[in-house]
């Protein structure tokens, strides 16, 4: 009784918060509002509709052993106990979306994006994560793509294969580029980045050699060598000897992020990427429950208007109208398809227990999606002005300081010099202008937050610690990312020769690891040379991809779904999967035939090549119009290539079921027989 009491009150609690966010109109609205909304709607999601799907929907079975278990090697296949999973995944999933998505979004106003967020990740991203996961576990951790091919068919499976290793590429490429732009010319950013590293080693090694088993020692060395990076951060940047050796440019810093993806995708899971992302999750949940906190204590209004004018698609950072760009722009923080490449690449390998998926799959969304609101509000606490002149490029508001303030207060924004001078010096920075990508003004946002909860004495270094904590976030997921695309790209050429099919085979590894480092660093690179960031490129190819690739992999889960007799829950699935693909097929579509050129990809080639033929570019962007040109039409030629493979899948998902209604006959499960538990029957004999 009790339990439906609490149930009640919190979903009266819900409606009523969401009530006042998306009603009030004409009054600033108080942060307070949006948090209690999302805090109900995640916590009504996980209880009630998360267990549902676990019992009716996937049968999740305590007993049945799990592939971490069956297959163990000590590499890529390890039990590992749930805490450590958690962390890992969500580490892995959190990445720039979350961050940088909902910061961008915030150009059409604070209301669209929060409503994407809540609605879209309880009945689309989370529900989409959970089960990739248990499909992924009970096959053996196969991919994405492996599932597509054994579920439906050679052609749907190869077609998806081929995508998602794609889509992998341009999603590496994204988060290299906001590393990239947060850690330029910050001293104390790339070196409390750096320093990061060798902490998330010392980590690894004292719990698989030092001191296994010893979890909380482990966790406690690893928090103290993060804030020990930090401080030490601060500190170079004041000694005038150290401070140039950390002072790097972007070409510098994609160099430096192209050789660590590709060490992070050979070395033993158990070494770097386990304990990073187990060390960046109690880095990303103290900051989100410490800015959670001082959000309560301050209950700060919301700057930004509810809606904005560019929803009619004029927005200075990316071009586009509201639909259907603030759900491309949002991505990972609602629904993302590439924390479905994670779901079957490195977390069904670690996971003990069938029980867990609902905590890691669907938790671990939840949780991201939190991150996602708590970025959301960090932006729009800021003055608008503000926010634009961080945001927007040189190329869009002008490159001087003066001429950057009077483009943006004639949108009706003002903003001064004199302003966002003191800005930056409070923050420990020579500029903020035009400090594109959304992760840099998330961490003034942040900053001001804790500023204003724990002392506006500390800007610079709360700063500091903001920009550490959506670095590592991001590193995080770099190294889950290009581990998961390293699988892929084993399983195409193991087509080509059998032996470099095998995950384990060191050649293979360096080989492929090589491959798909070299791919995603060439994009990364042409966006580190834009004039404009790269971001207004890059970042809606990254949001139609990504929801491209969750489209694929809710085609994949419907077909397993109908093709296991549970037709009556194909909605589950279906439903997400049929907004996806309105969405990103009207995206994908107006970013083709477009003849706006800050829209359409081809459209915007094709006035970069007029200008450049009449000589109307200036010198320093001349010189990479060429590259730019050439990587704006690959983008377009890429989105229409990714457009026909997501509608191939659905079909063939399609042709599937109707096979299965009609009672012909069908691909075979490639599930694995059910062998019980030894490592959950032994933990069951232990307890009392």
């Known amino acids: 009784m009790m339990r439906r009491i609490s149930a009640a009150l919190l979903a009266i609690v819900g409606a009523i918060a969401i009530g006042a966010v998306a009603l009030q109109r004409h009054e600033p609205i108080n942060a307070l509002w949006i ?37 163990n090697n000590g590499r890529d296949f390890v039990p590992t106990h749930r805490a450590i999973v958690f962390g890992h995944h969500f580490a892995a999933i959190a990445g720039p979306g979350p961050l940088v998505g909902p910061t961008l979004a915030a150009q059409f106003g604070y209301l669209p994006g929060t409503l994407w967020i809540l609605v ?28 597509a091919r054994d579920e439906l068919g050679p052609l749907g499976g190869f077609a998806a294969l081929v995508g998602t290793l794609i889509i992998m590429i341009i999603l590496s490429a994204v988060l290299g580029l906001v590393i990239v732009n947060v850690m330029k010319h910050s001293p104390w950013a790339s070196s409390t980045v750096f320093a990061t590293i060798p902490a998330a080693l010392i980590v690894g090694l004292y719990l698989r050699l030092w001191r296994p088993g010893r979890v909380l020692e482990a966790s406690l060395l690893g928090v103290a060598l993060m804030l020990l990076a930090l401080l030490a951060g601060g500190w170079i940047d004041h000694q005038p000897v150290l401070r140039p050796l950390f002072d790097y440019t972007a070409i510098a810093l994609a160099g430096f992020v192209i050789l660590y993806g590709f060490c992070a995708a050979i070395l033993p899971v158990w ?98 999606s939190f991150v996602a609101i708590m970025a959301l509000i960090a ?72 500023g204003s909860t724990f002392g506006r004495g500390l800007l610079a270094l709360w700063y500091h610690f903001a920009i550490m904590f959506e670095a590592v976030f991001i590193m995080a997921v770099l190294d889950a990312g290009t581990r998961v695309g390293r699988f892929m790209l084993q399983d195409l050429l193991g087509h080509l020769w059998q032996p470099l099919g095998r995950t384990s085979w060191y050649p293979s590894v360096l080989l492929a690891s090589a491959l798909m480092v070299g791919a995603w660093g060439y994009f990364l690179y042409i966006g580190v040379i834009d004039p404009n960031g790269g971001v207004n490129i890059l970042w809606p190819l990254f949001g139609i991809s990504n929801q491209m690739l969750a489209g694929i992999a809710l085609s994949v889960a419907t077909g397993i779904i109908i093709k296991s007799g549970k037709l009556r829950y194909a909605l589950v699935t279906l439903a997400p999967l049929a907004w996806l693909a309105l969405v990103t097929t009207t995206a994908a579509w107006q970013k083709i035939t477009s003849a706006d050129a800050r829209v359409g990809l081809f459209a915007a080639a094709n006035e970069l090549a007029r200008q450049l033929a009449l000589g109307a570019l200036p010198p320093e962007r001349a010189a990479v119009a060429p590259q730019l040109i050439v990587n704006q039409r690959l983008d377009a030629w890429l989105t229409m290539l990714l457009l026909a493979i997501l509608w191939f899948v659905i079909l063939d998902m399609a042709r599937i079921c109707v096979r299965r209604l009609r009672g ?18 032994a933990a069951a004999q232990v307890q009392p």
């Open 35 to 71: 948090l209690t909304a999302a805090v109900c709607v995640y916590l009504l999601g996980y209880r009630f509709y998360a267990a549902w799907i676990a019992a009716r929907v996937l049968s999740v079975d305590a007993w049945r052993a799990t592939p971490a278990e069956r297959l």
């Open 271 to 368: 070494l770097l990427l386990a304990p990073r992302d187990y060390l960046s999750t109690f880095l990303k949940l103290g900051t989100v429950a410490l800015l959670a906190v001082a959000i309560v204590l301050t209950h700060p209004q919301i700057k930004m208007p509810a809606v904005t004018a560019f929803t009619d698609g004029t927005g200075p950072l990316f071009g586009g109208k509201v639909f259907p760009f603030v759900f491309i722009t949002i991505a990972c923080g609602a629904v993302s398809g590439f924390h479905a490449l994670v779901a079957s690449g490195t977390t069904p390998k670690l996971i003990t227990n069938e029980a867990d998926v609902r905590l890691v799959g669907y938790g671990s969304m939840a949780l991201e």
């Open 120 to 147: 879209g990740a309880v009945l689309g991203g989370c529900v989409q994560d959970m089960i990739i996961l248990l499909l992924s576990t009970r096959r053996d951790g196969r991919s994405l793509g492996q599932m």
């Open 664 to 681: 012909l006959a069908l691909r075979s499960s490639s599930e694995a027989p059910y062998q019980p538990s030894r490592l959950h029957s």
């Open 379 to 450: 932006a729009t606490l800021l003055d608008p002005g503000v926010y634009f002149a961080i945001n927007a490029g040189a190329g869009v508001v002008g490159a001087a300081p003066a001429a950057a303030v009077h483009t943006i207060s004639g949108w009706g924004f003002p903003v001064t010099v004199q302003q966002m001078q003191a800005l930056a010096g409070a923050m420990g920075e020579r500029t903020l202008f035009a400090r594109s990508g959304g992760a840099p003004s998330l961490a003034v946002g942040m900053a001001s937050i804790f």
